[in-house]
């Protein structure tokens, strides 16, 4: 099995940075494009971040300039570096991407459980 564990969450004040990590176990194969996406309270999942690969980065408007997504293959872990963060950065932040498992055939679209980012004003 595999699974995808966010940690690095917390309160921070605006202004402040926070350094997410992700990191996936299991019997992994590879690892495909892996994204960071959050959860406002009463708001729909948005992408946040995407990095390929290849280490192609793409980031959605509002964080651009202050986020940065990075991977670390050799240790299967996603970070998510926050920087500059404002109250509209707080949310729920989940780690999920395509995952092959040894042995499987094909990919797989994993998601982590989420960690909690608060940016007091």
């Known amino acids: 099995q595999v699974q995808l564990v966010e940690s690095g969450g917390g309160l921070v004040q605006a202004g402040g940075s926070l350094r997410l990590s992700c990191v996936v176990s299991?019997?992994?194969?590879?690892?495909?494009?892996m994204n960071w996406h959050r959860q406002a309270p009463g708001q729909q999942r948005e992408l946040v971040a995407r990095?390929?690969?290849?280490?192609?980065?793409n980031y959605v408007d509002s964080v651009k300039g202050r986020f940065t997504i990075s991977r670390d293959n050799a240790k299967n872990t996603v970070y998510l570096q926050m920087n500059s963060l404002k109250p509209e950065d707080t949310a729920v932040y989940y780690c999920?991407?395509?995952?092959?498992?040894?042995?499987?055939?094909?990919?797989?679209?994993?998601w982590g459980q989420g960690t909690q980012v608060t940016v007091s004003s």
């Open positions: 299991g019997s992994i194969f590879s690892m495909n494009d």
């Open positions: 990095i390929t690969t290849d280490g192609r980065t």
């Open positions: 999920n991407g395509d995952i092959r498992r040894r042995g499987a055939v094909g990919w797989t679209d994993y």
